[in-house]
């Protein structure tokens, strides 16, 4: 059983950054293939991005060259650092942890895009 906080969601001018943190216990992080997730209001929760347990990454096309994905296996976090922020990117953002067909997720962070 895998347990996952994501914090560092809130309020952004567009154009502007945030860094989301999801912080995982019980169970061997580094093992994990770690994934973020966003869901805007009306809408289906979508892929935003991946990495592997061997640092390999992927983004959704919609952030890709303004997100970065990373992880420090040493304090058990993934992190979404989000650049050029729009208003399009407003969603609850959540983290995944997948190993095979174990499957866990958080309970969301709230971002919104906003002048």
């Known amino acids: 059983q895998v347990q996952l906080v994501e914090s560092g969601g809130g309020l952004v001018q567009p154009g502007g950054s945030l860094r989301l943190s999801c912080v995982a216990s019980?169970?061997?992080?580094?093992?994990?293939?770690m994934a973020w997730y966003r869901q805007a209001p009306g809408k289906q929760r979508e892929f935003v991005s991946v990495?592997?347990?061997?640092?390999?990454?992927s983004y959704a096309d919609s952030v890709k060259g303004r997100f970065t994905v990373s992880r420090d296996n040493a304090k058990n976090t993934v992190y979404l650092q989000m650049n050029s922020l729009k208003p399009e990117d407003t969603a609850v953002y959540y983290c995944?942890?997948?190993?095979?067909?174990?499957?866990?997720w958080g309970q969301g962070t709230q971002v919104t895009v906003s002048s």
């Open positions: 995944s942890a997948n190993r095979f067909t174990l499957n866990y």
């Open positions: 990495i592997t347990t061997g640092d390999t990454t």
């Open positions: 019980g169970d061997l992080f580094s093992i994990y293939t």
